[in-house]
């Protein structure tokens, strides 16, 4: 499984940023897929999941302001992430997870000026 994140970039606090990340492999509809971020200093968290069958899971700090979605036939996951505030700015992964397997891209900056 090859994961290729992108879409990141500098915006200001309001503004609005769209990640996807492009997968590889057969089992993708059937993985769940998320979006982590690493700030500086900090420890890797969960941003937002996607099920298999499209139920989703955000973290508190993101509710209301990101969406995460997907589409199988093309074999990609989305981040919509709107009302960004300065806090938000990190590194942010793809994620998949198969049969207990976690798979990882290489991240995708995302700076929030304020």
């Known amino acids: 499984v090859q994961l290729q994140a992108s879409g990141g970039g500098l915006v200001q606090a309001g503004g609005s940023l769209r990640l996807s990340c492009a997968a590889s492999?057969?089992?993708?509809?059937?993985?769940?897929m998320g979006w982590y971020r690493q700030a500086p200093g900090k420890q890797r968290e969960l941003v937002a999941v996607?099920?298999?069958?499209?139920?989703?899971t955000y973290t508190d700090s993101v509710k209301g302001r990101f969406t995460i979605s997907r589409d199988n036939a093309k074999k990609m996951v989305y981040l919509q992430m709107n009302s960004l505030k300065p806090e938000d700015s990190a590194v942010y992964y793809c994620?998949?997870?198969?049969?207990?397997?976690?798979?990882w891209g290489k991240g995708t900056q995302v700076t929030v000026s304020s």
């Open positions: 994620n998949s997870r198969q049969m207990g397997m976690d798979y």
């Open positions: 492999g057969s089992a993708f509809s059937f993985s769940a």
């Open positions: 996607i099920q298999a069958r499209y139920s989703t």
